[in-house]
């Protein structure tokens, strides 16, 4: 197919070329509905010939059909280019510096208008191209690990991670900087809160629910937030720096092992469970709402336990859910599973031949709720009761994705399971606390007056 039409076939094909409109020309579209003025984009080339994709002057994307048009006029052409060139930082010495590892993800992507997908293509020299605000506030080097989505993290990558922050402290680095994909981005968080201990300088992973060519992106303001936060706040902690709000006011931090994501798109996706954020960030400051963190240190002294057993699975309990799930993982050797279970822990009863054949093969088995919010409490009802006397240890107040990778941290380290439960069971870095905070469970309903009348005053 000619350059000239990029990715069009069919009727929309037919359509641009009766008008003898090329991509990356600026258009004006007649229609039926209409009149639409923007550039001609690339189509994707798994999609259908009825559509022809215009870029409106805000920025956002939308899909003509060829079935509605009666005109179009070649306005100007001039050809896209979606790569922004890296560019060298400027070096102050007056600036702290941050060392920022990129692994992917939407915070570090574009648009591929040959498939019409997000890819991971920015390095991150190319994100200070896009975000030169970012010289303002420190001198930061970069480092690209990986240039993966975050579905494709694991293990491996989180022990790269935690070995290559460990060097980077010792090297005398002010803060570190995470660019991660959303998805997935608390399971690395809850990974490096284990296998990086006693930080003395702060660990920030950050990224996008949008990416960078999108008007309403989120990757520019969570970048500067996340680097202030790495270079001039006194909270050596791993934590997530993301939106508080959808609106662009202010950030906020939350630590490694309570942070989870909780919507698909909304921009302020993140929220703390079981607790409260660490701290606010904005361009101007960063307010603390803890005052018992970890404090940021002059030494270089950093712990770093990069272990992870693999055989470790997480499982979400469900009403009729059969046994010989158990035992297949347990026939795929499998060493450890967790398990979302209802209300305060509990699976129905046909699993517990299963899980009973499990602990005789030296299977750890933990227990966590469904419900996110809350403690596991076993021992109230009989079913708990029966459970934990088959072997099942409740794992209080930690969360399912968190004591997965606590489990599989922990078996990476021993096979003894007394040395796993004492090491499950001993909270590193809140994972488990002795009581939900009063203001730690929030969900507001909507619709009913009271809860309206609020959100008209106040921000999402």
């Given at each position: 197919?000619?350059?000239?039409?990029?990715?069009?076939?069919?009727?929309?094909?037919?359509?641009?070329?009766?008008?003898?409109?090329?991509?990356?020309?600026?258009?004006?579209?007649?229609?039926?509905?209409?009149?639409?003025?923007?550039?001609?984009?690339?189509?994707?080339?798994?999609?259908?010939?009825?559509?022809?994709?215009?870029?409106?002057?805000?920025?956002?994307?939308?899909?003509?059909?060829?079935?509605?048009?009666?005109?179009?006029?070649?306005?100007?052409?001039?050809?896209?280019?979606?790569?922004?060139?890296?560019?060298?930082?400027?070096?102050?010495?007056?600036?702290?510096?941050?060392?920022?590892?990129?692994?992917?993800?939407?915070?570090?992507?574009?648009?591929?208008?040959?498939?019409?997908?997000?890819?991971?293509?920015?390095?991150?020299?190319?994100?200070?191209?896009?975000?030169?605000?970012?010289?303002?506030?420190?001198?930061?080097?970069?480092?690209?690990?990986?240039?993966?989505?975050?579905?494709?993290?694991?293990?491996?990558?989180?022990?790269?991670?935690?070995?290559?922050?460990?060097?980077?402290?010792?090297?005398?680095?002010?803060?570190?900087?995470?660019?991660?994909?959303?998805?997935?981005?608390?399971?690395?968080?809850?990974?490096?809160?284990?296998?990086?201990?006693?930080?003395?300088?702060?660990?920030?992973?950050?990224?996008?629910?949008?990416?960078?060519?999108?008007?309403?992106?989120?990757?520019?303001?969570?970048?500067?937030?996340?680097?202030?936060?790495?270079?001039?706040?006194?909270?050596?902690?791993?934590?997530?720096?993301?939106?508080?709000?959808?609106?662009?006011?202010?950030?906020?931090?939350?630590?490694?092992?309570?942070?989870?994501?909780?919507?698909?798109?909304?921009?302020?996706?993140?929220?703390?469970?079981?607790?409260?954020?660490?701290?606010?960030?904005?361009?101007?400051?960063?307010?603390?709402?803890?005052?018992d963190y970890n404090h940021r240190r002059n030494d270089r002294n950093v712990e770093i336990y990069p272990y992870f057993e693999e055989k470790v699975t997480l499982i979400y309990y469900y009403p009729n859910m059969q046994p010989d799930i158990i035992d297949s993982l347990v026939e795929s050797?499998?060493?450890?599973?967790?398990?979302?279970?209802?209300?305060?822990?509990?699976?129905?009863?046909?699993?517990?031949?299963?899980i009973e054949r499990a602990i005789k093969r030296g299977v750890a088995i933990y227990m966590t709720v469904q419900t996110l919010w809350g403690y596991v409490h076993m021992f109230v009802y009989d079913t708990g009761r029966d459970l934990m006397n088959k072997g099942i240890i409740p794992a209080?107040?930690?969360?399912?994705?968190?004591a997965y990778i606590k489990l599989g941290w922990a078996l990476g380290q021993t096979d003894d399971l007394d040395k796993v439960r004492q090491i499950m069971l001993k909270p590193i870095n809140r994972e488990i606390t002795e009581r939900e905070a009063y203001n730690g469970y929030l969900i507001?309903?909507?619709?009913?007056?009271?809860?309206?009348?609020?959100?008209?005053?106040?921000?999402?």
């Open positions: 197919m000619s350059d000239l039409f990029k990715g069009y076939k069919g009727k929309a094909l037919l359509v641009l070329k009766k008008f003898k409109i090329r991509v990356w020309s600026e258009t004006l579209i007649e229609t039926t509905r209409g009149e639409f003025k923007g550039v001609i984009l690339p189509r994707s080339e798994n999609d259908d010939d009825l559509h022809i994709v215009l870029k409106l002057i805000t920025g956002y994307n939308i899909g003509i059909d060829v079935n509605t048009v009666t005109n179009m006029k070649e306005l100007g052409y001039k050809e896209a280019h979606y790569k922004i060139p890296e560019k060298e930082f400027p070096f102050s010495d007056d600036k702290p510096n941050v060392k920022l590892f990129g692994t992917g993800g939407t915070i570090a992507s574009r648009l591929d208008y040959r498939t019409g997908a997000v890819i991971p293509a920015f390095s991150p020299g190319e994100l200070y191209g896009a975000v030169p605000e970012l010289a303002d506030i420190c001198n930061l080097t970069t480092e690209k690990l990986f240039a993966v989505f975050s579905e494709n993290m694991g293990p491996e990558e989180y022990k790269v991670l935690a070995i290559a922050i460990g060097e980077e402290i010792k090297k005398g680095i002010d803060g570190i900087v995470i660019g991660h994909g959303t998805d997935t981005l608390h399971h690395t968080a809850s990974a490096l809160s284990f296998m990086v201990q006693n930080s003395p300088v702060p660990i920030i992973l950050v990224g996008s629910q949008r990416s960078s060519d999108r008007p309403s992106s989120d990757a520019a303001l969570n970048l500067i937030h996340a680097t202030k936060a790495a270079c001039e706040s006194d909270i050596a902690e791993v934590m997530v720096c993301m939106f508080g709000p959808t609106s662009d006011e202010y950030a906020l931090l939350h630590t490694g092992t309570r942070v989870r994501k909780m919507h698909s798109s909304y921009r302020s996706t993140f929220r703390t469970i079981g607790d409260t954020p660490i701290a606010m960030v904005d361009k101007e400051k960063i307010t603390p709402i803890w005052t050797g499998y060493k450890g599973i967790v398990i979302a279970g209802t209300g305060l822990g509990h699976v129905n009863k046909p699993l517990y031949p299963a209080e107040n930690m969360l399912p994705e968190v507001f309903q909507g619709g009913v007056p009271g809860i309206d009348d609020f959100l008209k005053n106040f921000h999402k």
